[in-house]
């Protein structure tokens, strides 16, 4: 149980990954392991299995959040005797017996999250799948953890999106100082960043700071307070930005009852 309390780093990514990136995640992982981190992640085969296994390997700690089949999973022989020496945890927010379903997956990534201090994105699809989901709600929380992705000549189109909508690149490698601490000074980077954006008094650079945060909670049609209640701002402001988004074609206002969303046509020709 002590395992929940103790923090660390997510590593997440997709399912159908190649040897480059296995190997890649066990690095991250074992380097975490002895710096005396935990890894947090999500049990799926690929990036998720290489970083949980990748840093029970080394010695070190785990928490794996499963979307399904935690009785089957909590037997396996690749986990069984981690389990027994304390060094892992597996838990579900679903029955024990739950097979596969898209909808569990993708629910279970706000607890991934939830217990982590950190997280990196290793690949990502662009558009569609749980990790990509995961990241961009995550993404859309001002006041949540610091997301980084894996920025790389080969990197995906997903990872490249989720930096242009505000995760950082994580550190490089070869790590030749302790990664705990290039991302205890990356996080404390992000949050000042992220104050000096809130507490700047340039009203335009105010909006051009929150408005990707904005864009992500839009996805789907919200009302005016419900979007300033997720940001944590006054509804007035709120309509405000609302309003300047909607004058530029990023927002389209929705009648009866008012509610806005993002501008889809928009939004992929800007991408383009």
């Known amino acids: 149980m002590e395992l929940l309390s103790l923090g660390g780093l997510a590593i997440l990514g997709s399912r159908d990954v190649d040897d480059e990136i296995v190997g890649y995640t066990r690095r991250v992982a074992q380097n975490i392991a002895v710096q005396g981190m935990q890894v947090i992640s999500g049990g799926a085969r690929g990036v998720d299995q290489a970083a949980m296994l990748g840093v029970l390997d080394a010695g070190g700690t785990c928490v794996g959040i499963l979307a399904d089949s935690l009785t089957k999973t909590a037997i396996n022989s690749k986990y069984r005797s981690s389990i027994q020496e304390g060094r892992l945890t597996l838990i579900s927010s679903y029955d024990p017996e739950a097979g596969f379903n898209t909808g569990n997956a993708m629910g279970r990534n706000k607890y991934i ?149 993002v501008n889809q046509s928009i939004t992929q020709l800007s991408l383009l």
């Open 113 to 261: 999250y939830a217990l982590a201090d950190y997280a990196l994105v290793v690949n990502s699809s662009f558009g569609k799948g749980g990790t990509w989901a995961g990241a961009v709600e995550a993404l859309s929380r001002l006041q949540d953890i610091p997301v980084f992705v894996r920025l790389h000549p080969t990197a995906s189109e997903g990872n490249q999106q989720l930096h242009n909508q505000g995760a950082k690149a994580f550190p490089p490698e070869p790590w030749n100082d302790s990664l705990r601490e290039l991302l205890v000074k990356a996080a404390s980077w992000v949050e000042t960043t992220i104050q000096e954006s809130i507490l700047d008094i340039h009203p335009q650079e105010i909006y051009q700071a929150v408005l990707p945060f904005i864009l992500n909670h839009l996805q789907q049609p919200k009302d005016v307070k419900s979007l300033a209640e997720c940001l944590d701002v006054r509804p007035s402001q709120m309509q405000d930005w609302l309003n300047k988004a909607v004058n530029e074609g990023k927002v389209k206002k929705i009648n009866r009852p008012v509610a806005y969303v």
